[in-house]
């Protein structure tokens, strides 16, 4: 039975306000356990929940649980003013908030003002990014959305209201060392540019809780297809159909691991704008060279970006579904449309997936404001430009993935945009900025957001760089070298050669353990990547607490109070803190618990500081006590569909445990026919204190690629 929280006598009483008033009664309904929605004024049609399409996991949500209202109602207000929608969300004193999209280089986002507009990301977290999610979670354990598609307003906990009952006193600057310039401010306070908008509430109680329910509403995360999360390279602008066969030739010679290469925009007879058809000069007969490569064990990856060459074959019938303003002189389709986006996908579906290509590149979908069409430009549909800005990429993700469902092959592609509401889509976005520790920052708050990032490889200065960049790709949702610029390959720096081979071959080992993490995504909603800070035993209240055991110069306190930002957890287990190119030590937070080294499965702290050197050949990874890591022995490809694949258990520390490991064919949307099956892994102690490991059979008439399966007990020395 749905909840209703009427908030209108409330409203009333609290502000004693008329029929015609601007504060709007809130009537807060929960749609789904944990889960509360209410309609502040009237909101536009077009939002980023219904441009993506999204179809909440409510199976998903139920095996959660329900959980009660997180925020004072009493607390939260409304206001239409002027055509623009107030609101205003509580914030305790020391309250510490995430989100607000992809940021690159901060983790806190109390203290901010953000406008949240779809943009390539410029350089600083203002709230111009590839996808400004306007999703934001506390520490205290829920999140809020608010589901427009316009650019917000976002100031999170920088504005004092003087009826405020904390509002600060005045103090004088000129004796009083307390004096703040940012005194205590009690709301996060938002403003949407229409008269109207949907808000969500997600209930915690943990503010990973809070997220899990964000994306499963979202229609749970995305999962990839096995070959997704191989390796992958791209390769330069104007490479022809012989060079591509050629450089996945020399992948296999030369031992490293490859299942699909992206074409960048030389694949098409005209770019920038597009033609959307294939060059007939580099690459003469499309079909038989998709079928090679395939043949080959590789699939394919395209580069386009979403506006039309007049030599389009599509351009007569798309042009009067286009806005009023081209970019380089292409056609803007009005993605909001029906009608444009079949045509747009019929052209896709003719020329490229049906002949077996298996991904896009949805490029140039985000910014830069000189580039794109301006918000004076009108679109057929009527929803204004910058409603279209906000959804371009979630309609392009949307669009494309209904395309491979209708074919019943997966996909897993790049967008340079996407939103709120996008977790289910197989994209990962990436970008043109190329700061390494900032390209953490931005992995770490993916997961806060329900998107996911891939920190790229395209070139490097030295082969220093070359490997540390190389490492943390392989610790990340997309393994890939973007090398359209430069033609670099995994062994352009011999010296680091062995190395670029060896955590390109880890990532395809590892293949098992993320393939289940990602269905935990799908399943689950838990991000397969994310920060410590929403790691369980890892925020400020453990803080307090600890601070409280062992006062004054408690270094682990001090560390937890401060932005985590280049540490993070893959998957359930693995924590990684990667080097950065000139750096040859780094400490690292452990959270309470012990630690193993992922290396050598010795203990490598609990609770605690570390200061690590581990040489340029290592990134350091650490696993959780009790970690259960499903690997499968080295392959240059991932396991096909009904490939049966051995398996090595590897299990680190003393803690009894259990593990849940997830199987399919790793090709179809079939899993979202129930078509899937779980092995249950534990590890327990005999009574002689030896640790025995178990896995449970395949269920009958289920997938089954479990060949052998072999134990590692990583610490059993300790
Ligand atoms: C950029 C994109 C690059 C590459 C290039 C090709 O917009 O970010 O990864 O695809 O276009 O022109």
Redesign the pocket.
């Known amino acids: 039975m749905k909840k209703i929280i009427g908030l209108f006598m409330w409203a009333l009483l609290l502000t004693g306000c008329k029929p015609n008033s601007p504060t709007q009664s809130m009537t807060w309904t929960e749609i789904a356990p944990g889960v509360w929605k209410t309609i502040a004024g009237i909101p536009d049609e077009l939002d980023l929940f219904n441009a993506a399409g999204v179809k909440p996991y409510i199976k998903g949500l139920e095996k959660l649980g329900p959980a009660g209202f997180p925020l004072s109602l009493e607390k939260i207000s409304a206001e239409i003013i002027d055509g623009e929608t107030y609101l205003r969300f509580p914030l305790e004193k020391e309250e510490q908030i995430f989100g607000f999209g992809l940021n690159f280089k901060t983790i806190f986002q109390r203290g901010k003002i953000l406008q949240l507009h779809v943009d390539h990301y410029g350089g600083s977290d203002n709230g111009r990014t590839h996808a400004p999610v306007p999703f934001y979670v506390s520490e205290k354990g829920y999140g809020v959305f608010i589901n427009s598609s316009r650019y917000i307003k976002v100031f999170a906990g920088t504005a004092v209201r003087k009826d405020s009952p904390e509002a600060s006193v005045p103090l004088d600057r000129n004796t009083d060392k307390e004096w703040s310039a940012q005194p205590y401010s009690d709301a996060v306070e938002i403003l949407v540019p229409a008269p109207g908008a949907e808000i969500f509430v997600f209930a915690g109680p943990t503010p990973m809780d809070a997220v899990r329910r964000y994306v499963l509403y979202s229609g749970g995360g995305c999962l990839p297809p096995r070959w997704g999360l191989g390796f992958t390279q791209?390769v330069p602008?104007l490479y022809t159909s012989e060079q591509v066969e050629e450089e996945a030739k020399m992948f296999k010679e030369r031992g490293f691991p490859l299942d699909f290469i992206?074409l960048?925009?030389g694949w098409q007879s005209k770019?920038?704008p597009c033609t959307f058809e294939w060059d007939k000069t580099r690459f003469p007969d499309p079909a038989s060279f998709v079928k090679r490569m395939k043949e080959m064990g590789i699939r394919l990856n395209l580069?386009t970006?979403p506006y039309v060459s007049p030599e389009s074959p599509i351009y007569t019938d798309i042009l009067p579904l286009t806005a009023t303003h081209t970019v380089w002189g292409g056609v803007v389709p009005d993605h909001s449309l029906p009608q444009a986006r079949d045509i747009f996908i019929n052209q896709l579906f003719k020329s490229q997936v049906s002949i077996g290509v298996s991904g896009y590149?949805l490029?140039?979908n985000d910014g830069f404001d000189n580039w794109l069409w301006p918000d004076v430009a009108k679109f057929p549909s009527g929803n204004s430009a910058e409603q279209l800005r906000q959804t371009y990429g979630l309609f392009l993700q949307n669009s494309t993935t209904e395309m491979f469902r209708k074919n019943n092959t997966r996909t897993y592609g790049?967008t340079?945009a996407s939103n709120g509401g996008g977790s289910s889509f197989p994209y990962v976005i990436?970008?043109?900025y190329y700061s390494h520790p900032d390209f953490i920052t931005a992995l770490i708050n993916s997961g806060f957001c329900g998107v996911l990032w891939t920190p790229?490889v395209?070139s490097s200065e030295s082969s220093e760089e070359w490997l540390r960049r190389i490492q943390t790709v392989c610790f990340s949702p997309m393994a890939m070298i973007?090398a359209?610029?430069d033609g670099t390959k995994p062994w352009s720096f011999p010296d680091v050669e062995k190395d670029v081979r060896y955590y390109s071959l880890l990532r395809m080992e590892l293949i098992p353990y993320l393939y289940s993490e990602f269905a935990k995504y799908h399943f689950e909603g838990i991000p397969p990547f994310h920060g410590m800070n929403l790691e369980p035993g890892f925020n400020t209240k453990t803080a307090k607490e600890l601070l409280s055991k062992s006062p004054g110069g408690n270094q682990y306190y001090e560390a937890l109070t401060k932005e985590i930002k280049t540490q993070y957890m893959t998957g359930e287990y693995l924590l990684v803190a990667p080097l950065f190119n000139g750096q040859t030590s780094r400490n690292v937070i452990l959270p309470e618990g012990n630690w193993y080294d992922f290396y050598t499965g010795k203990f490598a702290g609990n609770g605690e500081i570390i200061t690590i050197s581990p040489g340029l050949s290592r990134i350091p990874v650490f696993v959780k006590d009790g970690g259960i890591i499903p690997t499968m022995q080295q392959a240059l490809h991932a396991p096909s569909a009904g490939q049966k694949c051995n398996i090595e258990i590897r299990y680190y520390g003393s803690r009894p445990a259990s593990y849940k490991l997830y199987d399919d064919d790793g090709e179809t949307f079939d899993y979202e026919k129930g078509i899937y099956s779980w092995r249950e892994i534990n590890v327990m102690k005999d009574n002689n204190g030896k640790l025995t490991g178990t896995i449970s059979k395949a269920e009958e008439n289920r997938p089954d690629n479990i060949g052998t399966v072999s134990w590692k007990f990583m610490s059993e020395s300790r």
Do not use: I, V
Request: charged share 40%; proline share 5%; glycine share 4%.
């Open positions: 791209r602008l992206g960048e925009p770019s920038y580069w970006n590149k490029d140039e790049l340079r990436y970008n043109d790229e395209r973007n359209w610029a």
